[in-house]
């Protein structure tokens, strides 16, 4: 089992960046493929990126493919999501998840696919 706890959200500029990470308790956090989602007001929560459990394998939703990084580092148990060139849609509480699927595919984006959530952090992004 593993538990997880975010950090780094915050109110930002559109145009500009932030980092969250997400540390995760366990010695079997490698084992682990782990997800970053997010949920704005009145909207269903929504996949954002996934990696594998090497950190070889990444996969990005269009919407922030080009502008958001996820990376891990499993001597350090965390996991990022550098976000850059932010926009006010990308206003949202994001939440880090872990599946027991170590790997990456086209499912990595369904929420049921991760059995451990963090609590969230919340980022806005406004003038």
């Known amino acids: 089992q593993v538990q997880l706890a975010e950090s780094g959200g915050g109110l930002v500029q559109p145009g500009g960046s932030l980092r969250l990470s997400c540390a995760a308790s366990?010695?079997?956090?490698?084992?682990?493929?782990m997800g970053w989602f997010r949920q704005a007001p009145g909207k269903e929560r929504e996949f954002v990126a996934a990696?594998?459990?090497?950190?070889?394998?990444?996969y990005y939703a269009d919407s922030v493919k080009g502008r958001f990084t996820i990376s891990r580092d499993n001597t350090r148990n965390t996991v990022t999501l550098q976000m850059n060139s932010l926009k006010p849609e990308d206003t949202a509480v994001y939440y880090c998840?872990?599946?027991?699927?170590?790997?990456?595919?086209?499912?990595?984006?369904?929420?049921?696919?991760?059995?451990?959530w963090g609590q969230g952090t919340q980022v806005t992004v406004s003038s």
């Open positions: 998840a872990g599946s027991t699927i170590a790997t990456i595919d086209g499912r990595s984006d369904r929420w049921d696919r991760y059995q451990y």
């Open positions: 366990g010695r079997t956090f490698r084992q682990y493929g």
């Open positions: 990696i594998s459990w090497s950190g070889g394998n990444t």
